[in-house]
């Protein structure tokens, strides 16, 4: 297995790291300056799973010399066929001990709502022993042009999958994408979840990069305090859809964190394009 260094890492996407510090000064970062972090600095493993999958152990310490402290996994069974299978062949106590000798933790993993439904049990004997607490359905499976009355149905099975993993000690999560802003029969799909997701039995994470629609975490986590329990950090450039580092963008990141940390969020991850990890860490470690 070829050794992936952090020339490697850095090289990939060098001239995008260019071209995002160009984009936006880092007018938040002063403003910033005065919070303390609920959780510690994680990332997201999706961005990065082609370097996760050449070299796991020194994937996860280069991250960790970045300033990150926790991981964020996506199933290896569950996201086989999205570059994660080699992954399987760990078993959990290998994927604890690799993730620990790297210095970082790993409380959450995403999944799939139909391998949650089918392999659930499984599924969370392998993250109690890595060390996980929250398991996160990070698509409802539901096809393009899903209806309202689909998405009641979806739910409706959801709130069963979360009383299932509650009696096991463990919190079962929904990540959005942008689709859950849209609306149908006038409703806005993502308030129409928060109303019918059992809020004792199913926390949210919620995706940053709505931002481009026009909404923002921090709304939310006003709103809706306690529903939310982790995030996925990205920032915006304010054009079309071009992503800048955290600090750097259109995020009012000292609001954001305000609200997160009275909402109760316990853990968030950053997640972009692997220039972005760098100046994000730093940033985030200066709050």
């Known amino acids: 297995m070829k050794k992936f260094t952090r020339r490697d890492f850095i090289n990939t996407s060098i001239a995008g790291l260019g071209s995002a510090l160009a984009i936006s000064p880092l007018a938040n970062l002063t403003a910033a300056t005065s919070l303390k972090l609920p959780a510690p600095i994680g990332f997201q493993s999706w961005t990065i799973r082609e370097a996760l999958v050449k070299d796991f152990p020194g994937t996860l310490k280069l991250m960790a010399g970045l300033g990150y402290q926790s991981i964020e996994m996506c199933s290896p069974p569950g996201y086989a066929n999205a570059g ?123 995706q940053v990069w709505v931002i481009i629609a026009g909404y923002k975490a921090a709304d939310y986590f006003k709103k809706f305090t306690g529903r939310f329990i982790s995030a996925h950090l990205s920032d915006w450039s304010g054009t079309g859809e071009t992503q800048v580092p955290v600090g750097q963008g259109k995020v009012d990141w000292k609001e954001f964190f305000e609200a997160a940390t009275s909402g109760g969020l316990k853990n968030f991850y950053v997640e972009m394009d692997m220039p972005t990890f760098e100046p994000s860490a730093k940033f985030l470690k200066t709050l």
Not at 85 to 103: F, N, V, W
Not at 147 to 173: A, H, I, P, Y
């Open 84 to 206: 994660f299978g080699p992954l399987q062949t760990l078993k959990a106590s290998e994927m604890k001990r690799i993730i620990t000798d790297a210095g970082l933790i790993c409380r959450s993993c995403h999944y799939g709502f139909k391998e949650l439904q089918e392999h659930g049990p499984e599924r969370i004997d392998f993250a109690f022993e890595v060390g996980m607490t929250q398991m996160v359905m990070s698509s409802p499976g539901l096809p393009d042009r899903a209806t309202l009355s689909d998405w009641k149905k979806r739910t409706d099975e959801m709130n069963v999958l979360g009383e299932q993993f509650k009696k096991q000690g463990m919190q079962l999560v929904y990540h959005n994408h942008n689709f859950e802003f849209e609306k149908l029969e006038g409703e806005l799909i993502y308030d129409w979840l928060l109303n019918h997701l059992d809020p004792d039995l199913i926390k949210m994470q919620f």
